[in-house]
């Protein structure tokens, strides 16, 4: 199996939100379902079946994180990058038909998450990024159509 690359802080993250639900939100629906088996009949009991609800999106993201954190290999971004987009890096870019200027960091897909500025290596974006240095241009292939990007800074 693949492994996919991940930072430090981004699997520190992940074990976070695990420990977080291991050791917070599973005891404590536990005690929701028990507190509402102790009401009597649970066939027609709406607090039951809410605290059911919760436990299994609870277990559903326990064991999504499992699996998440088994394919993991945590990767250090690397200082000898000759100048080039590595995973770990800022680049910084520019649409060259819109003007609009932004940054993002290369993340693993685990991670990526377009609102905070990270975004995936495996993404259309990503993949294109990695390799190249300041002042190239690419055309790629977004889900929002084909863009035309110059890249302006790296910061590793």
């Known amino acids: 199996m693949p492994r996919v ?27 929701a379902i028990e507190e509402a088996r102790s009401h009597g009949d ?14 299994a999106m609870i277990e559903g ?28 890096s800022t680049v ?3 649409d060259t038909e819109t003007g609009e200027v932004t ?11 377009v609102q905070s500025g990270t975004i995936s ?7 294109a990024l990695i390799g190249k240095e300041e002042g190239e241009e690419i055309r790629v292939q977004t889900p929002k159509g084909v863009r035309n990007i110059e890249v302006l800074e790296i910061r590793n």
């Open 5 to 31: 690359p991940i930072t430090k802080e981004g699997f520190e993250r992940l074990k976070i939100e695990l420990q977080r639900l291991q050791r917070d939100e599973r005891p404590m629906v536990i005690r």
């Open 42 to 55: 649970i066939s027609e009991n709406a607090e039951y079946e809410a605290a059911k609800e919760k436990q």
């Open 61 to 88: 993201r326990i064991q999504d994180l499992c699996q998440k954190m088994g394919e993991c290999e945590i990767v250090e971004p690397s200082d000898n990058d000759n100048g080039r987009a590595i995973f770990g």
């Open 92 to 94: 910084v870019v520019e």
């Open 103 to 113: 940054s993002y960091r290369l993340v693993g897909p685990y991670e990526a998450d």
């Open 121 to 127: 290596v495996v993404s259309p974006l990503g993949k």
